[in-house]
């Protein structure tokens, strides 16, 4: 059975940063896409943040991509989320998600697996 366990959320003022961590277990992602979305308050779940095996490359949604990386440690079969500067309306639950496939993938069906959530708050 294979889970996406996410960890690092939390209440944070603007500014500040986050460090977002989802470790793969039952499986092994280190050759596959791995992918952040969240899900703002009252709205759907959006794309954040893909990057593919061996951080080959990574992609980001225009609002996060000078304030956001993601990377990964295949050796621990973790994919991270660092989150930097933040602002209140990154304020969401953040999902983490893997994909069979081995290029990058921005929409939500095209992910297989998903976590929990973590929530991120950002107070003003």
């Known amino acids: 059975q294979v889970r996406l366990v996410e960890s690092g959320g939390g209440l944070v003022q603007a500014g500040g940063s986050l460090r977002l961590s989802c470790t793969a277990y039952?499986?092994?992602?280190?050759?596959?896409?791995m992918g952040w979305f969240r899900q703002p308050p009252g709205s759907g779940r959006v794309f954040v943040a893909a990057?593919?095996?061996?951080?080959?490359?990574?992609y980001y949604e225009d609002s996060v991509k000078d304030r956001f990386s993601v990377s990964r440690d295949a050796a621990k079969n973790t994919v991270y989320l660092q989150l930097n500067n933040l602002k209140p309306e990154d304020t969401a639950v953040y999902y983490c998600?893997?994909?069979?496939?081995?290029?990058?993938?921005?929409?939500?069906?095209?992910?297989?697996?998903w976590g929990q959530g973590t929530q991120v708050v950002v107070s003003s």
């Open positions: 990057i593919r095996r061996r951080n080959v490359n990574a």
């Open positions: 039952g499986r092994n992602f280190s050759s596959n896409t």
């Open positions: 998600a893997a994909t069979v496939a081995t290029s990058i993938r921005a929409r939500e069906d095209e992910y297989d697996y």
